[in-house]
């Protein structure tokens, strides 16, 4: 931890304020003309020790410290056996009994359409993505992958340059699409003059080819849309069984995670014994069944239930615009555009059909919560980038499940679905990834919002800038 941002910890008011940090600088010895040291004496080693870690799997270490040397976790356990003695010279940062959990790993969103004051493709850069990133960053989240909505060849490119270190922010990750012509994302994508298509596939040969070129590319996550989406265009054809197979069979070859994007209990099922093993959306039809409920447990299924989304109409939602943790990432403007805009927008009536609704999300949901990990939707219907993830933890909790199975669905088990074995832990030989808590998230699920530090890769995110460049 660097002296600016301990002064700026320091300086916090509000009640966390006493529990300052401490830190104690040992001086690392380096000789001249050699390279950087990596070594346990390097400056870049740091300990942090004195809180409370939830591991993100379900463990949780009382009083524990962990070791950093550079953007990884090396030593994990509990304060009396991980000290200064096992890695001296190493920057000992206090915790001052904080909490602290892995960074979010979010499965669904959709990375650069957002403009804050206005929405479209015509916002597809670089620059904009690079700032979502920094925006998930901001809030504590580690890992985006976004789907199917991204211009490849810019996402692609944005992807590399991150990974060589280019900018910071949440690790990025591509998921192009493919589904029936026609189909693909809501009217609100497709509807867009400079839309750029989904790769549509019309028969098993062509998602074979489809997939195989995504693998040439470096693609290793691939958004599958079953639905018949669009009305609109008329599609309203499901993506065939004989496609689907097809597809699922050629990622397993070539190593590529597919996520299907499927919301019938029907559709669930026959996905399932096709080979899908991850799907955003649950089946919200109908309430789940045996037979499904064992498919699920046996193929080891991840669901990404989005509850964010549909339950955007819910009586106990208030505004995002009225939320400060909200504010803090947006001017003024922005929030005043976001009032007026609901000011306009009058709400049907809730119907009987809503209530139904309802009920059949929330016992789906409670029946498939071992198997729930995170998404948001996040820059697609609403709730914006880093802020959703923590409204879907909330919410989560809200439904039934217990803070710590909301963390690890959010943490640990999201990473495990995509096979990201290097993030969603505080654990030796992950990446340091890590969110530093004034308040216990295990409490209260919304103390993930009492953010004191974010670690990405070993490196703290300069959360004070980007509030400063986002406010202004
Ligand atoms: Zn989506």
Do not use: C
């Amino acid at each position: 931890m660097d002296l600016r941002s301990l002064s700026r910890m320091v300086g916090r008011s509000g009640r966390h304020a006493a529990a300052a940090l401490t830190l104690v600088l040992a001086v690392a010895s380096v000789a001249d003309g050699q390279p950087p040291d990596v070594s346990a004496t390097s400056p870049t080693a740091r300990l942090f020790t004195g809180g409370r870690l939830i591991v993100g799997d379900g463990r949780v270490i009382e009083n524990g410290a962990f070791l950093v040397r550079g953007e990884r976790i090396v030593r994990v356990g509990n304060a009396a056996e991980v000290t200064a003695a096992v890695a001296p010279g190493a920057t000992v940062v206090e915790l001052g009994g904080r909490t602290v959990m892995p960074a979010l790993v979010n499965t669904h969103a959709h990375l650069g359409w957002e403009g804050y004051t206005s929405w479209g493709s015509g916002n597809f850069t670089r620059d904009n993505l690079v700032d979502h990133l920094h925006r998930h960053a901001y809030y504590g989240v580690g890992t985006i992958i976004s789907t199917g909505s991204d211009l490849e060849e810019v996402a692609l490119e944005v992807r590399l340059a991150q990974r060589v270190g280019e900018f910071g922010g949440a690790r990025y990750l591509v998921s192009p699409g493919g589904g029936t012509p026609g189909g693909g994302p809501n009217p609100r994508f497709t509807n867009d003059a400079g839309w750029w298509g989904l790769h549509a596939v019309t028969s098993p040969a062509e998602a074979r080819e489809v997939v195989r070129a995504e693998a040439a590319r470096g693609v290793r996550i691939l958004k599958i849309w079953v639905d018949a989406r669009d009305e609109q265009r008329g599609a309203r054809v499901k993506l065939h069984p004989d496609i689907y197979a097809a597809i699922l069979d050629e990622a397993q070859a070539q190593d590529i995670r597919v996520i299907a994007h499927a919301t019938t209990l029907e559709d669930h099922k026959r996905l399932i014994a096709a080979g899908a093993r991850r799907f955003i959306h649950m089946p919200y039809d109908a309430a789940v069944d045996d037979e499904y409920l064992e498919l699920v447990a046996a193929r080891n299924v991840f669901i990404v239930p989005t509850i964010g989304m549909v339950t955007r109409r819910e009586p106990y939602r208030r505004p995002v615009y009225e939320d400060p943790f909200f504010q803090e990432q947006v001017p003024d403007e922005v929030v005043a555009m976001l009032r007026d805009a609901a000011a306009g927008d009058g709400a049907p009536p809730r119907t009987a059909a809503d209530d139904a609704r309802a009920r059949v999300v929330r016992d789906n949901f409670m029946r498939l919560r071992d198997h729930v990990i995170l998404g948001t939707d996040a820059g697609a219907v609403g709730d914006f980038f880093g802020y959703a993830d923590h409204l879907e933890l909330e919410l989560f909790v809200r439904l039934g499940m217990t803070p710590a199975e909301a963390i690890e669905a959010a943490t640990t088990r999201a990473a495990r679905a995509f096979g990201l074995d290097e993030t969603g832990a505080v654990e030796a030989g992950r990446s340091a990834d890590f969110v530093v808590l004034d308040a216990d998230p295990l409490d209260d699920i919304t103390n993930t919002r009492e953010i004191a530090a974010v670690y990405l890769r070993g490196v703290e995110v300069d959360r004070e800038a980007l509030r400063a460049r986002w406010t202004e």
